[in-house]
């Protein structure tokens, strides 16, 4: 085992911060001296320490050094031959499996994506041939193109993620929401609902949702009940969460309620939809509960817009007075 394989190993086993030190001391070493590491190395200790960077979320350094491993990777179709590297063991087999070019401009992209430059993001994901691009890449073209208002291209991404994975349900959701017709989606899955055991809801899943997307909130309402009243997919937490956002919509505030308490009593770690639900709750007068419900999803995540928004709730009632959360910190 030589060093490189060292740091992958370490990569591997997710220690980052590890990693992260001992791929910028060797790039250090590697820039002071030339000679040191083979193009293939240094490759895969630019990629490595961007990897480590993302793990610790500096986007825009580790967009940079993705882009320096690009260009190291370039340099490898010019070298015929990997130049000796001193001080290093000769390499074992493992350690020619290089990091997929494809990969680093899939972590890239999402970069790209949590620095908000979405354009970017799309671009370094159409510089991709289609036939090299995975589900994942597909799928995150898809919901780029939808974001950006080009349907078309976002239609043809998701319809590949499922010619490749005909389960994956949240294209499926994509598809419907940009006005794919119930039938023609449920088409693409026929071949699994017929061979795998077990999925004669799916067909019954795939029309509620186009309901929903179409804004016929009753016939979606009803046949999300018939699903959910299923032995098999009874007390599902999405499905009651779709059906307590269903009645919101459709103005039936009490049995959203109902379904949203339900859903809360099914996992108490929910953060979907709590937002609708703690405005139901102010809108009941529920103060107190609306204080504790923001208090619970603080504690559960703050990067979620729900707990932020529930906050809010309590912040614009002048008749409730302020407390602190005592589980977050913060003044409600």
Known sequence: MNVIDHVRD???AGLHSNVRLLSSLLLTMSNNNPELFSPSQKYQLLVYHADSLFHDKEYRNAVSKYTMALQQKKALSKTSKV?????NSASTPQSQCL?????VKYKMAECYTMLKQDKDAIAILDGIPSRQRTPKI????ANLYRKAGQERPSVTSYKEVLRQCPLALDAILGLLSL??????VASMTMNVIQTVPNLDWLSVWIKAYAFVHTGDNSRAINTICSLEKKSLLRD??????SLADLYFRAGDNKNSVLKFEQAQMLDPYLIKGMDIYGYLLAREGRLEDVENLGCRLFNISDQHAEPWVVSGKVKTQPQHKRRVCAT???VL
């Open 236 to 241: 599902n937490v999405d499905l009651l969460g």
């Open 99 to 103: 990091p997929s070019e494809i990969e």
């Open 179 to 184: 006005s794919v017709k119930g039938a023609e």
């Open 138 to 141: 597909n799928m995150m073209l």
């Open 328 to 330: 977050y910190g913060e």
């Open 10 to 12: 370490m990569a591997a």
């Open 83 to 87: 130049r000796p590297s001193t001080g």
